[in-house]
């Protein structure tokens, strides 16, 4: 199939993506860069502070010739800046200027901001590798400078009160600070993010679900804790019935809609990449910090899915960075007791079906509550969006069932 350059600015380079195929491959024109990846400097960083890279020799780009090319590793479900929590605004700060820390004692400089990193396996990682330069008393001040302007524009799409409480504070000495890392330093440590307050669902789970939290990666044991899990019934049939589907379909990716802490992403992320969404801010906090331990192929995204004019905003020059759809859309969407309280948010089910289908690519699996809305008239919400009905199983407590729809391609 014919590749196209995901960037807009090609004159340093550009990454072609196969997402048929998920492979991505760095182009590179520039010879310092070419030497760079392949040097201890960046090989020693890989998968800490940037993807591994592997060179290759028998590469063919259909946009232009380059220097070299590099396979880099795919991501799934990637998080963009104007979506990070405001921990994570504050977390991927302070490692932008950890990376610049390490630049700088190897004679680099690196011209980067937010929009070139994301959060993956639950930490921050710089995705856009072909920004290096030798240093030469660049500015340092300006890559932090730059996420805290007074106006929104392409590379600062929301103000920096949206993440940072003492926003102002920061800005003006941002303003005074000297070209010194460890000025600023001091400048980002201070940084208060925004409160955030009480979800109701934070705690949904309870102490039931110690044991993700005991763990520290997710293996065999854990897995199957959550497989079983049975909840406030005790009953582990709705576990068992949403990891056996995935057991059974193998998407390579998922997404879960309503999340909450993670749970059951964590254990599908054992099969494929995986996305879960919340509206609760605190509980996607929380589900982010247990990645950071378990170290998954999980991403986590907060918003509130029903709101579909933000949701189909894409940010970037051109759209080039996407919509939430566009980049959360999986091969399976699981929504395990969402309907429900998406229901009583919305009273609509056409749109529910709607913002749901949107984000599958081949099945959903649709838990039913009893009791709320017509189950017909559910089943028919669905059916507009080409939704086929394959499977009615078992879910806890009865009489809670699941659907398993098939999207007709």
């Given at each position: ?37 392949q040097s201890e400097f ?209 998407p390579k990716t998922v ?111 649709v838990e039913h509550i ?40």
């Amino acid at each position: 199939m014919e590749k196209h350059p995901a960037c807009i600015a090609t004159q340093y380079g550009w990454v072609e993506i196969d997402n048929v195929n998920f492979k991505a491959v760095n182009c590179v024109v520039d010879k310092l860069h070419d030497n760079i990846l392949q040097s201890e400097f960046y090989k020693s960083k890989e998968n800490e502070y940037w993807p591994a890279v592997n060179k290759l020799e028998d590469y063919d780009s259909t946009f232009k010739s380059a220097l070299s090319y590099y396979e880099t590793e795919y991501f799934h479900h990637i998080l963009r800046y104007p979506e990070f929590t405001p921990t994570q605004f504050k977390e991927a700060l302070m490692f932008l200027l950890e990376v610049c820390e390490y630049c700088y004692s190897n004679g680099y400089y690196i011209r980067t901001h937010l929009w070139n990193l994301t959060f993956v396996r639950g930490k921050p990682l710089l995705i856009d590798i072909r920004d290096f330069e030798i240093y030469r008393e660049q500015n340092w001040v300006a890559i932090f400078k730059g996420h805290f302007r007074d106006a929104i524009d392409t590379h600062n799409p929301v103000l920096s009160e949206k993440f940072v409480r003492n926003s102002d504070e920061i800005k003006n000495k941002l303003h005074r600070c000297p070209n010194d890392l460890k000025d600023i330093r001091v400048i980002v440590e201070s940084i208060v993010p925004v409160d955030t307050h009480n979800g109701t669902w934070t705690n949904y789970h309870g102490d039931r679900i110690n044991f993700l939290y005991l763990a520290n990666c997710l293996d065999d044991a854990l897995y199957n804790s959550i497989k079983t899990y049975g909840g406030g019934s005790k009953d582990p049939t709705k576990s068992l019935t949403v990891m056996n589907t995935i057991e059974m379909l193998k998407p390579k990716t998922v997404v879960e809609v309503g999340c909450n802490n993670g749970l059951y992403c964590f254990a599908a992320a054992k099969h494929a990449n995986v996305v879960g969404i919340d509206y609760d801010i605190n509980a996607i906090n929380n589900a982010n910090e247990i990645n950071k331990k378990l170290g998954t192929n999980a991403t986590f995204l907060c918003c509130d899915l029903l709101n579909e004019t933000n949701n189909s905003k894409s940010y970037g020059q051109k759209n080039a960075y996407g919509s939430i759809y566009d980049r959360c859309r999986s091969e399976l969407l699981i929504a395990p007791a969402v309907m429900h309280h998406l229901y009583r948010a919305s009273k609509d089910l056409d749109k529910i079906a709607r913002v749901l289908s949107n984000l599958a690519v081949d099945h959903l699996l649709v838990e039913h509550i009893p009791g709320y809305y017509n189950e017909d008239n559910f089943l028919k919400a669905f059916e507009a969006c080409n939704c086929i009905v394959v499977d009615k199983l078992s879910s806890s407590p009865s009489p809670r069932v699941f659907y398993l729809f098939s999207m007709q391609q």
